[in-house]
């Protein structure tokens, strides 16, 4: 007697290949049996007319603290995504020095807890994360470690522009302990502070280690927007100078300046293809980016510490300084009434869900003096939602079946927990968002769009036993209806439940049916496969 057996559905395997019609038996948390035949089971699920896919896989998150925040994992099962890979874009919650660094972790990670802190989190690496994390929440979770987190953790001064000999060396060894703990990568963060100090040099002495590993490297790059054919370059020079596996994070571009020339990036990283570089490629399906709305300062005064940055805007006479160079950022540049401000974490929620032009008329001033006013109030904190793609190159990239589909999110409980702010609507629609799309446009058979969620993910991550409908993988099942899978999600009320899934099942438990949670917290941490 199996413990649940789906009947009657079309299976879409996660392989890319033709859809087939068989029952899936399942037993403890793995996938027993895929049969024609029917076999008796304690639970029948029916699922006539239906999907019956892996569960979804994320591998470009930030939901490194919501096993501790919002452990259902709501905004990420009502869509069915059962697996998430933590420490994109160079920040990692682990590894940390504790000791050192209580307050940066504090600050980075407690914003989103009722009382504004952390509850007590042992795991200090890897190997404590993935152990702490098991049983904890309602979603698989792995670990990139953030090249941010090494710096962090092995420079006197994580923002030098060259770590001392010894201290790469220290940084290597940290990334070295972690991969064999079971990482699944190392990620960067090339816009953000520290990774924004690094130069190539140190980034491919750390790609090496990766490299030996055999493990991926996701980089968000120096720039999507105006230098981002550069940027693509320094991406292949660190995979021809390393051997290591490249992955760019949110594959797009983000300037006005190159609207229309996917084309030509594309060629771009094809061409090291045939070289014989592996990279490979995530994308969220929305032509809205978002990120720190100070993201639109300029990197000399990104560079400085955040008392130095408050003071220079709280100074107007030096703020014109940085003015012409705000307007001309990538961010900006589209204009006040495309940059939304999403959320000022709780400093100035009469702005929240706001365009920037929209605040400088509840402010009456003008814009550039609304976005000084708006960071001074925030202490810098505001997030920022950006109209910043075009739609021809955002599908262009869709089409390819080596960009996995993301949500470069965090997992929110949007139904039994708290939401801060208005978040980038990605958070909680992205997969289900992809099927509809690739419905609507009919980008590709719905048997390749499962594959970039599912078995493309975990083979680029590498991720074990999952991302496929086998016997002996594990029981992570997402059924849907094709017809009706979709978003309900906007800009401005981002988390609604999505449309047309019918039941998530994650290591063989049930996470959602009935249109709700069940509250089984089934997740497990996740290692990497071992060579
Ligand atoms: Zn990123």
Redesign the pocket.
Known sequence: MYQIGILNGTVIDGSGNKPYRANVFIEKDRIAAISEEVFPACKVVDASGLIVAPGFIDI?T?SDSSPYAAPGFESYIHQGVTTTING???GSFVPHDLAKHAEKVQSSFGSRFEDGKLPEVRATDVASYVEEVTGRCANNNGMLVGHGALREMCMANPKAEKPAPEELEAMKAVLRRELEAGAFGLSM?L??VPGVYSRTEELIELAKVVAEYGAILPI?MRSEAEHVFEAVDEVGRIARESGAHVHI??FKIMSKLHWGEADRLLAQVDSFKKEGIHISFDQYPFLASA?SLNSCLPAWVRKMSREEQLKFLADPKRYEEAIPEIEEDAHYIIGPDKVLVSSTQGTAPQYDGRFLSEIAEMMQVPPMEAYRQLMLTTELRARGIFFSMDREDALKIARRLDVSVIS?STAMDFINGKVNGVPHPRTGNSFVRFLRINREEKLMPLEKAVYKMTGLPASQMQIQGRGLIREGFFADITIFDADTVGDNGSFTKPLVKASGISQVILNGQTVWENGGPTGVKSGMGLIRARR
């Open positions: 470009h930030h994109n874009c160079g963060g816009i953000y968000h994070s949110h990120t470069d």
